[in-house]
């Protein structure tokens, strides 16, 4: 049974830091790349980044682009998330999920991607 358990520590306070972590276990973790989606109140799920499963290419929403920053550690099977420069409208439910196909591209459809984490409320104060 697959499963993505996601976690954060740091302050989130607006112009602060945070990092998420995101341990996956079932499954082989490194041939799959790896997205962060997030969900703000009222609003419909939308991508943040994807990484690839050699974590040689990323890609990001232009809202978080120069901000955040994508990493995996793939003998740990976690992807990480950096979060600086954090404002306001960060704040929302971050999910990490996984696409099921093996070294396939990043992708921003949500429909790639086959398995995903619980979420993780990220709030930042203004």
């Known amino acids: 049974q697959v499963q993505l358990v996601e976690s954060w520590v740091g302050l989130v306070q607006a112009g602060g830091s945070l990092r998420l972590s995101c341990a996956a276990s079932?499954?082989?973790?490194?041939?799959?790349?790896m997205g962060w989606f997030r969900q703000a109140p009222g609003k419909e799920r939308e991508v943040v980044t994807s990484?690839?499963?050699?974590?040689?290419?990323?890609d990001y929403a232009d809202s978080v682009k120069g901000r955040f920053t994508v990493s995996r550690d793939n003998a740990k099977s976690t992807v990480y998330l950096q979060m600086n420069s954090l404002k306001p409208e960060d704040t929302a439910v971050y999910y990490c999920?996984?696409?099921?196909?093996?070294?396939?591209?990043?992708?921003?459809?949500?429909?790639?991607?086959?398995?995903w984490g619980q979420g993780t409320q990220v709030t930042v104060s203004s």
């Open positions: 079932g499954l082989t973790f490194s041939p799959y790349a």
């Open positions: 999920a996984i696409r099921g196909r093996a070294f396939g591209y990043v992708t921003r459809s949500e429909s790639e991607y086959d398995y």
């Open positions: 990484i690839n499963w050699r974590g040689s290419n990323t």
